[in-house]
């Protein structure tokens, strides 16, 4: 089993859609979580972290659920701009390294 | 402020020859230093890690010999990929931490498209 896992899609969605990804992750005493944006042939970039709390990012929400151990994404009100291949981020403990999920595509539709 | 810039952006090149690939963190003193490695369609993954002035950490399958790790200042670290090889044909994206030690966040570069013919 993969230590972190996403659907890899692709998600194809109408612009204004809300579309929701989910993240899974094996290591019970993963401790920072976090929501990266690539686009094709570029390097990722840090779209939110995801705290216990869940966090709000203008059209992007985050969540945690540490005893089902999965993070998710929701993108509301889904602009053409958006179209990207969202990837999941978890941060080990004692490692502190950066395990990345394979990634999930959306293509947001005119 | 916290920008990783990469050189070169892309190089094409024969079966057999090394490559070198540099990684600058441009306004800040990363003390660490992370190589790695994606190829299409797959997530990143984790060659190395170097802290400045020592030897790098190379994961798990990851040969130390085929990918050289120069680590030498704090705002410079290099990946030499010995020997190219088809096989060795991805994208190569480094990223720095300002601290050792501990969670830092990364900054990631633009990456390195290599091809090997």
């Known amino acids: 089993r993969k230590e972190v896992e996403q659907d890899p899609g692709p998600f194809n969605v109408p612009e204004g859609a809300t579309v929701a990804f989910n993240c899974t992750y094996s290591?019970?005493?993963?401790?920072?979580f976090f929501w990266y944006r690539q686009d094709c042939r570029k390097e990722p970039k840090l779209l939110m972290s995801?705290?216990?709390s869940g966090n709000e990012d203008g059209r992007f929400t985050a969540q945690l659920n540490r005893a089902s151990q999965y993070i998710s994404l929701l993108i509301r009100d889904s602009k053409l701009s958006d179209s990207a291949t969202y990837l999941c981020v978890v941060v080990n403990s004692g490692t502190y390294k950066y395990i990345f999920g394979t990634g999930t595509r959306l293509k947001v539709l005119a | 402020g916290a920008v990783v810039s990469q050189h070169p952006s892309w190089v094409i090149c024969k079966s057999g020859t090394s490559v070198k690939i540099e990684c600058r963190s441009l306004?800040?003193?990363?003390?660490?230093m992370f190589w790695y490695r994606q190829f299409p369609k797959q997530s990143l993954m984790l060659m190395a890690t170097?802290?400045?002035?020592?030897?790098?950490?190379?994961e798990q399958g990851v040969e130390k010999d085929k990918f050289l790790i120069n680590h030498a200042s704090l705002t410079l670290s290099t990946l030499t990929v010995t020997s190219a090889h088809p096989e060795d044909s991805s994208f190569y994206i480094c990223s720095a931490s300002p601290l050792a030690g501990g969670y830092n966040e990364q900054f990631f570069g633009p990456g390195t498209r290599l091809t090997v013919l």
């Open positions: 995801v705290y216990s």
């Open positions: 306004d800040f003193q990363a003390t660490t």
């Open positions: 290591n019970s005493a993963s401790q920072s």
């Open positions: 170097s802290n400045e002035g020592s030897k790098a950490t190379y």
